[in-house]
């Protein structure tokens, strides 16, 4: 919805990208489980900035990477999963590798 994202882009002053994931990934996953979480650097364009991440997990269940986009789409900020790959593991069919980018947009104080 439009006034959501609005309302969201307004309201995230004080959110912080990396500290919102590393929160995640800690109630959904394990620690063992995050590879790395890379910050892409911001960019500012039509009076929004745009904060980047890329996060890569592994030997993640499908429940847990549902959680990890339930917890996106439901965050205080206004957030965009840019891309997602997923792979399964080699090893054990019922894990999976993923790799996303997300993007947090607010308005630009």
Same mark, same amino acid.
């Given at each position: 919805n439009i006034r959501d994202a609005e309302q969201k882009t307004s309201s995230s002053g004080?959110?912080?990208l990396f500290a919102f994931f590393e929160k995640q990934v800690l109630d959904i996953a394990k620690k063992e489980n995050l590879v790395h979480m890379l910050p892409q650097t911001p960019t500012v364009r039509d009076g929004y900035e745009e904060s980047g =991440?890329? #996060? *890569?997990?592994?030997k993640i269940t499908l429940d847990q990477m549902v959680r990890? &986009?339930?917890?996106?789409?439901?965050?205080?900020?206004?957030?965009?999963?840019?891309? =997602?790959? #997923? *792979?399964?593991?080699?090893?054990?069919?019922?894990?999976?590798?993923?790799? &996303?980018?997300?993007?947090?947009i607010k308005a630009k104080s």
């Open positions: 004080d959110f912080s =991440l890329e #996060i *890569k997990l592994e990890l &986009l339930f917890a996106i789409d439901n965050a205080d900020a206004f957030l965009q999963v840019r891309n =997602l790959r #997923i *792979k399964k593991r080699p090893d054990k069919s019922a894990l999976l590798d993923v790799t &996303l980018n997300v993007a947090s």
